[in-house]
T-cell receptor, first 112, second 117 residues
Framework: GENVEQHPSTLSVQEGDSAVIKCTCS??????FPWYKQELGKGPQLIID?????GEKKDQRIAVTLNKTAKHFSLHITETQPEDSAVYFC???????????FGTGTQLKVEL | DSGVTQTPKHLITATGQRVTLRCSPR?????VYWYQQSLDQGLQFLIQ???????AKGNILERFSAQQFPDLHSELNLSSLELGDSALYFC????????????????FGEGSRLTVL
């Protein structure tokens, strides 16, 4: 089945710095790559997504890039703030299917 | 608030017991997904239902079963519980089989934390 690798598992940055989380998808047929943010005690929430026909997408301080050939996709958070501290999950949807396969998550800590 | 309701929020039980977790999807959503989140592990897909029918199956143990009722709420049944079943169980919903207009967006509940002693 599909496998999604995510790294790093933990990331600590200073407030105002940028954070980058990287994922690799094993299924070349995957065509949808969302990113979810999970705050403590809550369920994951979609923050941004990208489809396989787009190389980059930006939403304010958050951007996602996709290298479909290499099956890499990344989340970039600029000007990090304390409220960005959370666990971030990348995911991929199997081509033709509807099941989302998640990465193992990145614990992001933004320090003052 | 995602609109997905899960009960109970916390559950403590003993090995060998059986529990039922309940999920009410967002109004209008036909698909329900169950995920297991263990310590140091990501979200492991268990099973998906669409309008009452099983649509996709993941790494769900034979001791676990689920169903979706005519009113679209879903239940996840966990039996012969083992210590390793302790985890957060999330329910998520989406409009169709492929999600909402964002094609795959899942709306997650806050989870049911199961502790098996």
């Amino acid at each position: 089945g599909e496998n999604v690798e995510q790294h790093p598992s933990t990331l600590s940055v200073q407030e105002g710095d940028s954070a980058v989380i990287k994922c690799t998808c094993s299924d070349s047929a995957s065509n949808y790559f969302p990113w979810y943010k999970q705050e403590l005690g809550k369920g994951p929430q979609l923050i941004i997504d990208i489809r396989s026909n787009v190389g980059e997408k930006k939403d304010q301080r958050i951007a996602v890039t996709l290298n479909k050939t290499a099956k890499h996709f990344s989340l970039h958070i600029t000007e990090t703030q304390p409220e960005d501290s959370a666990v971030y999950f990348c995911a991929a949807k199997e081509g033709g299917g509807n099941k989302l396969t998640f990465g193992t998550g990145t614990q992001l800590k933004v320090e003052l | 608030d995602s609109g997905v309701t899960q009960t109970p929020k916390h559950l403590i039980t003993a090995t060998g017991q059986r529990v039922t977790l309940r999920c009410s999807p967002r109004s209008g959503d036909l698909s329900v997904y169950w995920y297991q989140q263990s310590l140091d592990q990501g979200l492991q897909f268990l099973i998906q239902y669409y309008n009452g029918e099983e649509r996709a199956k993941g790494n769900i143990l034979e001791r676990f079963s689920a169903q979706q009722f005519p009113d679209l709420h879903s239940e996840l049944n966990l039996s012969s519980l083992e210590l390793g079943d302790s985890a957060l169980y999330f329910c998520a919903s989406s409009v169709g089989t492929s999600g909402s207009a964002r094609s795959g967006e899942l709306f997650f509940g806050e989870g049911s934390r199961l502790t098996v002693l």
